[in-house]
């Protein structure tokens, strides 16, 4: 345990039982840095494997190293800039993940980029294209590429890390922006898709200002000490990927979900 989540347990929504996640294994995509790696120690507390996918090698160790020493699961790292994501990549992960674990219980692509903030007139292509490739372009190929281990799973839950300009476009977010508009089309195809079969729940996420380096970089002159910690909304995602339980209703698949305005659903 560590202090931050303690704190945060205190003011959450949902408090899931002890091990809630045992036993499964979810992929968090930007694992090694802000709202990835809290999500990433928050899922091994309670009892998940998490493949810590992310583009520092450094970062991901010391997540790794963290979740060893504080949690009986096993996590792995998987170095990868997904830029430069191939289907022979994916294929690859595919088949190491399914040796080891099995299949995939969840699966959330939290990693993006902000790129810069600019008019359209002015927003260099070389990097609008770079912002969709990793925000958008990546979350589909990897979704793709591993999807016979989400569909193995007897639940499994897709959460796609959306934003508030992703549901509202606002002046100079460009690709980022319009990256994350995507990403909320890309989470109702796949809901509309899997809903059928009812084995994979999809939802995307906005988790509001949040207390990274991303948020630093888009608000340079906000208190830090203002902007709430990535920990205080861990209960909402803990809830979707725990998954169904007696009693516990799931919001229909494909919904968004604001982290900051978000209560457990009741079954009245
Ligand atoms: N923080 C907020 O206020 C806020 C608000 C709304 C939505 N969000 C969303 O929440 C998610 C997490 O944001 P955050 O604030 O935690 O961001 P962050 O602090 O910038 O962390 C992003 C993580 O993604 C990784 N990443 C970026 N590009 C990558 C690439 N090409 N390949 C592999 N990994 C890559 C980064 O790796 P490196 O460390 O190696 O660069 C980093 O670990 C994002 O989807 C963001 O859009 C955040």
Redesign the pocket.
């Given at each position: 345990m560590y202090p931050e989540l303690t704190a945060a347990q205190e003011n959450w929504r949902y408090l899931p039982e002890e091990n809630a996640l045992a036993k499964k294994t979810i992929l968090v995509?930007?694992?090694?840095?802000?709202?990835?790696?809290t999500t990433a120690k928050t899922l091994a507390y309670y009892g998940a494997n998490v493949v810590l996918l992310?583009?520092?090698r450094d970062?991901l160790e010391s997540v790794f190293d963290w979740i060893e020493t504080n949690t009986p699961t096993q996590p792995v790292i998987v170095p990868?800039?997904?830029?430069e994501l191939t289907q022979d990549s994916v294929a690859a992960l595919h088949d190491s993940i399914e040796s080891t674990y099995g299949c995939l219980h969840g699966l959330i692509h939290?990693?993006?980029?902000l790129g810069p903030k600019v008019p359209i007139a002015h927003y260099p292509i070389e990097q609008w294209q770079r912002i969709m490739q990793?925000n958008i372009n990546a979350p589909f190929i990897l979704t793709r590429g591993l999807f016979t281990l989400l569909d193995t799973a007897p639940f499994c839950c897709v959460l796609n890390?959306?934003?508030?300009v992703g549901r509202q476009g606002r002046a100079y977010w460009g690709a980022y922006s319009a990256s994350?508009f995507a990403l909320e089309g890309f989470s109702q195809i796949l809901a509309d898709e899997t809903e059928t079969a009812g084995r994979i729940h999809v939802y995307s996420i906005?988790?509001?200002?949040?207390r990274?380096?991303?948020?630093k970089a888009a608000y340079p002159m906000e208190d830090v000490e203002t902007v709430p910690l990535?920990e205080t909304y861990m209960d909402m995602y803990l809830y979707m990927l725990e998954g169904p339980q007696p009693g516990k209703p799931l919001p229909p698949t494909g919904a968004q979900l604001d982290a900051r305005s978000w209560k457990p659903p009741t079954n009245r």
């Open positions: 995509t930007g694992a090694g840095a802000g709202i990835g790696a992310g583009r520092s970062k990868a800039d997904l830029e939290n990693a993006s980029a990793t890390v959306s934003s508030t994350k906005n988790p509001g200002g949040t990274t380096a991303m948020r990535a």
